[in-house]
């Protein structure tokens, strides 16, 4: 099997990245939305590739020395093998490149996978927003997590 490589995202990955983020999330971010990031300056985009197939991605903004994670996925075939946190592994090391040593995120707290990942990057919980998200039967919590310890998450 060939081996897997990230790359940044270029607007020429639009197709193949519409096509992840639609099996990755159940309420997907338009064309327009992905295309605004995939070429916006603030923003940093990257694939995990497996030879010509997209299979993750991550998604940040960035304002002066801190990140903040908008998305990240892994295609439901190749989850469970580490190319998640293989991908965070690499951004953050692109960060700490870039001078940035702090990345925010927001995430449901139903997201088991999702919260197992960043705890084990070394991302703390500094909150909780009550009932942010809406559910088919409510509401649910965000937990809000930062890091900035990406040399230990790197080596851990
Ligand atoms: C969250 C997600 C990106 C993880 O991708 P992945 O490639 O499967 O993750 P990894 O294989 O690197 O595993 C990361 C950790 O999650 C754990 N994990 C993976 N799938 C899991 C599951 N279904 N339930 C609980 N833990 C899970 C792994 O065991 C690992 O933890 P460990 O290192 O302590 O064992 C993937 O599940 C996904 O794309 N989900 C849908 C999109 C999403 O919710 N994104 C996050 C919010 S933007």
Same mark, same amino acid.
């Given at each position: @099997?060939?081996?897997?490589?990230?790359?940044?995202?270029?607007?020429?990955?639009?197709?193949? %990245?519409?096509? %992840?983020? @639609? &099996?990755?999330?159940?309420? +997907?971010?338009?064309? $327009?939305?992905?295309?605004?990031?995939?070429?916006?300056?603030?923003?940093?985009?990257?694939?995990?590739?497996?030879?010509?197939?997209?299979?993750?991605? &991550?998604?940040?903004?960035?304002?002066?020395?801190? *990140?903040?994670?908008?998305?990240?996925?892994?295609? +439901?075939?190749?989850?469970?093998?580490?190319? *998640?946190?293989?991908?965070?592994?690499?951004?953050?090391?692109?960060?700490?490149?870039?001078?940035?040593?702090?990345? %925010?995120?927001?995430?449901?707290?139903?997201?088991?996978?999702?919260? =197992? %990942?960043?705890?084990?990057?070394?991302?703390?919980?500094?909150?909780? =927003? $009550?009932?942010?998200? +809406?559910? *088919?039967?409510?509401?649910?919590?965000?937990?809000? @997590?930062?890091?900035? $310890?990406?040399?230990?998450?790197?080596?851990?």
């Amino acid at each position: @099997m060939s081996k897997s490589s990230i790359e940044v995202l270029h607007e020429t990955d639009l197709a193949a %990245l519409i096509e %992840l983020e @639609m &099996a990755c999330f159940d309420h +997907p971010w338009s064309e $327009k939305q992905l295309s605004t990031y995939l070429v916006g300056e603030r923003y940093l985009c990257f694939g995990l590739w497996q030879a010509t197939r997209l299979q993750g991605f &991550a998604l940040l903004s960035t304002v002066l020395d801190e *990140a903040e994670l908008l998305q990240i996925g892994v295609h +439901p075939d190749y989850r469970g093998q580490g190319g *998640a946190t293989e991908l965070l592994r690499y951004v953050h090391a692109q960060l700490d490149d870039q001078g940035i040593n702090r990345c %925010l995120l927001e995430v449901r707290s139903s997201n088991a996978a999702a919260l =197992r %990942l960043y705890r084990r990057l070394a991302y703390q919980e500094d909150g909780i =927003r $009550k009932g942010y998200y +809406p559910t *088919a039967s409510g509401s649910e919590d965000a937990i809000l @997590m930062s890091c900035n $310890k990406f040399k230990s998450a790197l080596d851990g």
